[in-house]
T-cell receptor
Framework: GESVGLHLPTLSVQEGDNSIINCAYS??????FIWYKQESGKGPQFIIDIRSNMDKRQGQRVTVLLNKTVKHLSLQIAATQPGDSAVYFCAENEAAGNKLTFGGGTRVLVKP | DTGVSQDPRHKITKRGQNVTFRCDPI?????LYWYRQTLGQGPEFLTY????????KSRLLSDRFSAERPKGSFSTLEIQRTEQGDSAMYLCASSRTSDRSEAFFGQGTRLTVV
């Protein structure tokens, strides 16, 4: 079936540097994309979302980019902090109902 | 705390036993979702409710699994005759009725079947 996946399973980044997490999706009918952060032992936490009619959206220290032509989604974290260490998932939603399809996750490790 | 609440946080059970998990969504949220997550993987959709109506069930939801939301508020997920393959984190999420609205997740119930 349709799936959402990630290129890199683990990303190690120096504190203060920027992080970029990538995600490829295959369902061309998807029109809503979300990034979640999950810390150990906790549920996924919403970071930022973007609709298919946009190609960029910014939040606090985070930017999501959407390239529908190549079905690619990325999350940029500026000035990465130790508290950003977690597993990050991209997820997509095709239509009504908000059922989400998640990718496999990328672990971000922030080095002091 | 006004977030999504799940109980219990951890459950260890013997193979063949039945287990039931509870989820209390955010009070004004009409939609409630159940997901299952295994180690290193993203959550997988199981089922969702709008108010008390169960609107969609995944193929992952075998006949040993049943979910209810009798009054459109809290929900329960029951697994009958548990198998070792049922060991996972079971996550509940809720959202408003409008599409594309943010889904808030609970902390999950970690099930271990021994």
């Amino acid at each position: 079936g349709e799936s959402v996946g990630l290129h890199l399973p683990t990303l190690s980044v120096q504190e203060g540097d920027n992080s970029i997490i990538n995600c490829a999706y295959s369902n061309s009918a998807s029109d809503y994309f979300i990034w979640y952060k999950q810390e150990s032992g906790k549920g996924p936490q919403f970071i930022i979302d973007i609709r298919s009619n946009m190609d960029k959206r910014q939040g606090q220290r985070v930017t999501v980019l959407l390239n529908k032509t190549v079905k690619h989604l990325s999350l940029q974290i500026a000035a990465t902090q130790p508290g950003d260490s977690a597993v990050y998932f991209c997820a997509e939603n095709e239509a009504a109902g908000n059922k989400l399809t998640f990718g496999g996750g990328t672990r971000v490790l922030v080095k002091p | 705390d006004t977030g999504v609440s799940q109980d219990p946080r951890h459950k260890i059970t013997k193979r063949g036993q039945n287990v039931t998990f509870r989820c209390d969504p955010i009070s004004e949220h009409n939609r409630l979702y159940w997901y299952r997550q295994t180690l290193g993987q993203g959550p997988e959709f199981l089922t969702y409710f709008q108010n008390e109506a169960q609107l969609e069930k995944s193929r992952l939801l075998s006949d040993r699994f049943s979910a209810e939301r009798p009054k459109g508020s809290f929900s329960t997920l029951e697994i009958q005759r548990t198998e070792q393959g049922d060991s996972a984190m079971y996550l509940c999420a809720s959202s408003r009725t409008s599409d594309r609205s943010e889904a808030f997740f609970g902390q999950g119930t970690r099930l271990t079947v021994v």
